[in-house]
């Protein structure tokens, strides 16, 4: 088997596993020999495929790879920490007047509340989180 085929054998079997593989590694290193089989086809020894292959996987990788992570790992949408808070209902426990704080529990725990309005929200009242600026939750009154 020459060896242009057995670059290529080996960058079809790296794409294959890359399907598998998280990451984008084994895409810039099937780059790299596919590279190398171009190389092999002309009348050169074996040193200049291997240094093909080298030089192409890591242009690759430092080039394609970025572009790949950047268009196909999007977020999960799963927050966490206090930014899964933003959507959650509670309930003020201590009075928030208009332009102060009082306190809120959401989620079980006791947190300080603000509210986005300019309306006072009354202990008892059902409130949504809207946002988290440091440890103030800003709520409003929940919607029914």
Do not use: Y
Not at 61 to 76: D, E, S, V, Y
Not at 107 to 114: I, P, V
Request: glycine letters at 10%.
């Amino acid at each position: 088997m020459a060896p242009w085929q057995l670059w290529l054998i080996a960058g079809l079997a790296l794409l294959i596993t890359e399907m598998f593989a998280p990451g984008f590694w084994l895409i810039n290193v099937a780059v790299g020999c596919f590279a190398a089989a171009i190389v092999a086809l002309l009348p050169f020894g074996t040193t200049p495929q291997i240094l093909v292959f080298a030089v192409a996987t890591v242009v690759s990788a430092a080039l394609f790879r970025p572009f790949l992570l950047r268009h196909f790992h999007r977020t999960t949408g799963i927050r966490t920490n206090v930014d899964a808070l933003v959507g959650k209902v509670g309930i003020v426990t201590q009075r928030i007047e208009a332009g102060s704080r009082g306190r809120v529990i959401v989620d079980g725990e006791d947190w300080r509340g603000a509210a986005i309005t300019g309306e006072a929200l009354e202990p008892g009242t059902r409130i949504t989180v809207i946002e988290v600026d440091g440890t103030t939750l800003k709520v409003d009154r929940e919607e029914n």
